[in-house]
């Protein structure tokens, strides 16, 4: 079966640009998750979603950042405009309806703002 | 105080030794638990899930104290290829909250 799937694994641009990153859940969740990892702060919850729809953006650090989910098979987080400081690693993660079930992690995006 | 937290480590143990890592949490409310293991520029993986009663998987054993509040896991003849950063997870209802991670290094 297939996993979370992220594109694109790398992303090197300079600061000021638009950055996307996008998100394919596992068939079948429902919740989707975007956690942001850095050395100095660990995985931090963005925002997540229950059935395309924002339930929690309370992480997402400010209005540069944005998050949506069209459909139940696609989500993207846009950047605009980017910074050096929004170099991290973007993992994006999904689970199935019980709350009891745990999250699967794609591979995640590495991104570097120079 | 934060949700749920982790001694940090590092915890460098030779070989075959016994480790174990302990995690508290501080919502009462909390439904699940789990640990995860992280490999270094790689994505979270479940490791196993934490039930009440304990269970074990193979060298891997968990523990779950609602009462106090803290889960544990306990690696036995533990491995080179053991060395991670190992994460506490709680799940809230709708949401996860993980732990900093607990970094191991095994040594030969």
């Known amino acids: 079966d297939a996993g979370v799937i992220q594109s694109p694994r790398h992303e090197v641009t300079e600061m000021g640009q638009e950055v996307t990153l996008r998100c394919k859940p596992i068939?079948?969740?429902?919740?989707l998750f975007w956690y942001r990892q850095t050395m100095m702060r660990g995985l931090e919850l963005l925002i997540y979603?229950?059935?395309?729809?924002?339930?929690?953006d309370s992480g997402m650090p400010e209005d540069r950042f944005s998050a949506k989910m069209p459909n139940a098979s696609f989500s993207t987080l846009k950047i605009q405009p980017s910074e050096p400081r929004d170099s991290a690693v973007y993992f994006c993660?999904?689970?199935?309806?019980?709350?009891?079930?745990?999250?699967?992690f794609g591979d995640g995006t590495r991104l570097s703002i120079l | 105080r934060k949700e749920v937290e982790q001694d940090p480590g590092p915890f460098n143990v030779p070989e075959g030794a016994t480790v174990a890592f302990n995690c508290t949490y501080s919502?009462?409310?909390?439904?699940?638990f789990f640990w995860y293991r992280q490999d270094c520029r790689k994505e979270p993986k479940l490791l196993m899930s934490?039930?009440?009663s304990g269970n074990e998987d193979g060298r891997f054993t968990a523990q779950l104290n609602r009462a106090s509040q803290y889960i544990s896991l306990l690696i036995r003849d533990s491995k080179l290829s053991d060395s991670a950063t190992y994460l506490c997870?709680?799940?809230?209802?709708?949401?996860?909250?993980f732990g900093a991670g607990t970094r191991l290094t095994v040594k030969p």
């Open positions: 993660a999904s689970r199935p309806t019980d709350s009891n079930q745990p999250q699967h």
């Open positions: 934490v039930y009440s």
């Open positions: 919502n009462s409310a909390s439904q699940s």
């Open positions: 979603f229950n059935n395309n729809v924002p339930i929690d």
């Open positions: 068939s079948g969740h429902d919740y």
């Open positions: 997870v709680v799940n809230m209802f709708t949401d996860m909250r």
